[in-house]
């Protein structure tokens, strides 16, 4: 099985990497998860949730919960295998540490990893609007082989729920990932 790095920072859209998460489990993806500690707060506020009961509710063989401030953890190396990291949502702070090379949480470090290790690293964007320190490190990200992905659904797959819209943009992020496709969502002109 493939296994993804998940980290879950402290941007409103929480429900994005919970989607995520679980589309990737449903999928036969082995999926790590780190939450930034504003990641489980906002999490556990935007979902009413708590993140125990989020990680009991997904199959216990597919998913591990790493502790953010735990840099020993396997995916801190670039010798741990995975084929990608995916950030969702992901804050303008966490950006702002990858763009510079700043590694003071395991969600840094593993996205720093992953970009020295040339592999897919997608960061779910969300803060409007935006800054030019944002801009700016959405170029340094992009330029270091980093996809940004604004949290921003197209609306003209005529959704009618929130889950619809969250679905556009979980199937358009984890294609990026992955290159494959999850049909949450209809592909235009069919
Ligand atoms: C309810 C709530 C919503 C937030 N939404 C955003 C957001 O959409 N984008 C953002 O960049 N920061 C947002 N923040 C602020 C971040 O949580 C804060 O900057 C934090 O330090 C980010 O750290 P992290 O990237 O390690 O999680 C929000 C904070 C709260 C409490």
């Known amino acids: 099985m493939e296994r993804i790095i998940v980290g879950i920072t402290g941007a409103s859209g ?23 500690e504003m990641g489980k707060k906002v999490f556990e ?26 840099l020993f953890a396997p995916p801190s190396s670039g010798s741990y295998r995975t084929i990608g990291m995916i950030i969702a949502p992901c804050s303008a702070g966490t950006l702002g540490h ?8 395991l969600i840094h470090r593993a996205a720093d ?13 969300r803060e409007t609007p935006l800054n030019r320190i944002h801009i700016e490190n959405m170029l340094r990200a992009t330029d270091a082989g980093a996809t940004v992905l604004p949290a921003s659904p197209g609306f003209y797959g ?21 290159g494959r496709e999850f049909n949450l969502v209809k592909n235009w002109g069919e």
């Open 14 to 36: 929480s429900i994005y990497g919970k989607r995520i998460t679980e589309v990737l489990a449903a999928n036969s993806y082995l999926v790590d998860i780190v939450f930034s």
């Open 45 to 70: 506020y935007e979902t009413g949730m708590s993140v125990e009961e989020f990680i009991n509710s997904l199959p216990e063989e597919q998913v591990t919960l790493f502790d953010h401030n735990d």
């Open 98 to 105: 990858i763009a510079l090379g700043i590694t003071d949480n």
């Open 113 to 125: 990893v992953t970009l020295k290790e040339k592999r897919p690293l997608v960061l779910v964007f």
């Open 158 to 178: 005529k959704s009618e729920t929130v889950e619809d819209l969250v679905n556009f943009v979980v199937e358009r992020a984890l294609r990026t990932l992955t």
